[in-house]
């Protein structure tokens, strides 16, 4: 389904610790996920993704997990820094089209 | 490099005038963008789907009137955002798809304020 416009929760992290952010999606269907990282204005950029015959994947630094049963994406990120600071989206597509459905965000901030 | 080119980044216009923002795909023929729209502190919110050379296709609440969506090539979609009004002021970003199951790269976003 479609994003509701909710206000976006925060994570606050010390730098130097492990960051997890959380999104539950809407479609059983949907086969592919991604990872996008929004710096104030400015347009979404690409972190991970993951298609839907996994259940984890790595990149540098941050790890996408899947979980299809309860409809879960979890992006894990390693020793966050002060540049991670930002906006973090998941999006679903549902497969029969090229379309992207955005989770509602979590806005993540680093301090010192 | 930016892949997708969004312009302008940001305008302010009259309550009642019309407002043009272009997407460029800069390195891939795009027979499909998208435009979403996304109010401060909220997610991205999907308008419609820019087909080249036919009929954009509008998500259930989003007027086709007021947006108007023209994709006459494979590298620029056009959103003409009709007799603006103060809320309409929104952040607008497009995005290119590359195909199923690949990730969509995004332009850089148009604020837009309505006064």
């Known amino acids: 389904g479609e994003s509701v416009g909710l206000h976006l929760p925060t994570l606050s992290v010390q730098e130097g610790d492990n960051s997890i952010i959380n999104c539950a999606y809407s479609n059983s269907a949907s086969d592919y996920f991604i990872w996008y990282k929004q710096e104030s204005g400015k347009g979404p950029q690409f972190i991970i993704d993951?298609?839907?015959?996994?259940d984890k994947r790595q990149g540098q630094r941050v790890t996408v997990l899947l979980n299809k049963t309860v409809k879960h994406l979890s992006l894990q990120i390693a020793a966050t820094q002060p540049g991670d600071s930002a906006v973090y989206f998941c999006?679903?597509?549902?497969?029969?089209?090229?379309?992207?459905?955005f989770g509602t965000g979590t806005r993540l901030q680093v301090f010192p | 490099g930016a892949v997708v080119s969004q312009h302008p980044s940001w305008v302010i216009c009259k309550s009642g005038t019309s407002v043009k923002i272009e997407c460029r795909s800069l390195?891939?023929?795009?027979?499909?963008m998208f435009w979403y729209r996304q109010f401060p502190k909220q997610s991205l919110m999907l308008m419609a789907t820019s087909n080249e050379g036919s009929k954009a296709t509008y998500e259930q609440g989003v007027e086709k009137d007021k947006f108007l969506i023209n994709h006459a090539s494979l590298t620029l979609s056009t959103l003409t955002v009709t007799s603006a009004h103060p809320e309409d002021s929104s952040f607008y970003i497009c995005?290119?798809?590359?195909?199923?199951?690949?990730?969509?790269?995004f332009g850089q976003g148009t604020r837009l304020t309505v006064v």
């Open positions: 999006a679903e597509n549902m497969g029969d089209t090229d379309k992207l459905i």
């Open positions: 993951i298609r839907s015959n996994m």
């Open positions: 995005s290119v798809p590359r195909g199923s199951n690949t990730e969509a790269f």
């Open positions: 390195d891939f023929q795009a027979t499909t």
